[in-house]
């Protein structure tokens, strides 16, 4: 227990001071501020969620008592909330009969299965929501208001110097920046988050620390009724006001997480190829240059759900069955 609660504490030290970091105004500082709930998610895959609980317990006192309350609270719903959550959702398993394993001389082993890879993503899409949402309330209560400060910062931001007033194109510039700010905003915690899951689990399995067998990640798939919730989503969008622009969010962070499941069921279908490799890393390369392809990857995912390509794929790959004698 000593040894859990040192770990836990070196964790919470190292998130908090990466979260810190932002207020330095360093460039580097963006990084570290991107990765602050990697230690602690380590401490949760490696040592248990307990680590990351303690962790960020201290680290979110440590945060309030330096710099004040808002400073603790915004650490623990972007850093040790999602860290300790995510953490305990990939180690949950619950055993089920495997008849392989027994040899006739006893009952057969259980075997372990998993919590979903596709339904973790959905709650680091929730996480994204959550943050997302939570950052816009802080600018106002409608989103009039949040419109009307975003733009403002953003004015200060990007006018001229020298005091002259911004010239139309700047204005449009700006506009356009408002509009897609709070689904940019979902989109960059939707992939740090899942950045940082990944990262820890690789940490993790690397040193021998991991609690599970490494996941079959070309699997990864939504639950079903995840396409109603973004049809929802999208639908509210179209309604106005508050509801419309927390609908934006949802529907944002919904399409990424079938982006990701996309590019799973990219993964799947290639498995045959040759020179796989090649045409996979020029798929990412492409996605990252132009960014625009990532809907492909989306239709991709949410086609994926609707005529299940990837079972239609694996049951033709499957060999011909043995002759009967």
């Known amino acids: 227990m000593i040894v859990i609660i040192l770990i836990a504490l070196a964790a919470g030290s190292a998130s908090a001071l990466m979260f810190a970091s932002i207020i330095s105004g360093a460039l580097i500082s963006l990084l570290l501020f991107s990765l602050a709930p990697l230690p602690l998610m380590v401490a949760a895959l490696g040592w248990g969620p307990l680590a ?6 201290a680290a979110a006192c440590g945060l309030g008592l330096i710099f004040g309350l808002p ?8 850093a040790a909330l999602p860290a300790w959550w995510l953490g305990h959702l990939a180690l949950l398993g619950r055993p089920i009969a495997n008849p392989g394993a027994g040899n006739g001389a006893g009952p057969a082993e259980p075997a372990m299965e998993w919590y979903p890879v596709g339904r973790i993503l959905l709650w680091i899409a929730g996480f994204a929501v959550l943050i997302t949402a939570a950052a816009l309330l802080t600018l106002g209560s409608d989103a ?3 419109i009307g400060t975003l733009r403002r910062g953003l004015l200060r931001l990007l006018s001229p110097r020298d005091g002259t007033p911004p010239s139309d194109k700047l204005a449009q510039v700006i506009n356009a920046l408002v509009v897609i700010a709070p689904s940019a905003a979902a989109i960059n915690f939707m992939m740090t988050m899942t950045l940082n899951l990944w990262l820890a689990a690789k940490i993790t399995a690397t ?3 991991l609690r599970r067998p490494w996941p079959d990640l070309k699997s990864a798939e939504m639950p079903p009724m995840t396409l109603a919730g973004l049809s929802a989503a999208i639908a509210f969008c179209f309604v106005g006001g508050l509801p419309a622009l927390l609908a934006q969010i949802v529907t944002t962070a919904l399409v990424m997480a079938y982006a990701l499941t996309g590019f ?3 993964h799947t279908l290639t498995l045959s190829m040759k020179a796989r490799g090649l045409w996979l ?6 996605v990252v240059m132009f960014t625009w392809p990532v809907l492909v990857m989306t239709v991709l995912g949410i086609a994926d759900v609707i ?3 990837r079972q239609s794929y694996l049951q033709r790959r499957k060999p011909p069955p043995l002759p009967v004698s």
């Open 52 to 57: 990351a609980t303690i962790g960020g317990i």
């Open 71 to 78: 400073h603790c609270i915004a650490f623990a719903i972007m």
């Open 144 to 146: 009039e208001t949040i």
């Open 207 to 209: 040193s021998g620390r």
């Open 264 to 266: 799973a069921v990219l």
């Open 281 to 286: 890393t020029c798929t990412y390369v492409v």
């Open 307 to 309: 005529f299940g390509l």
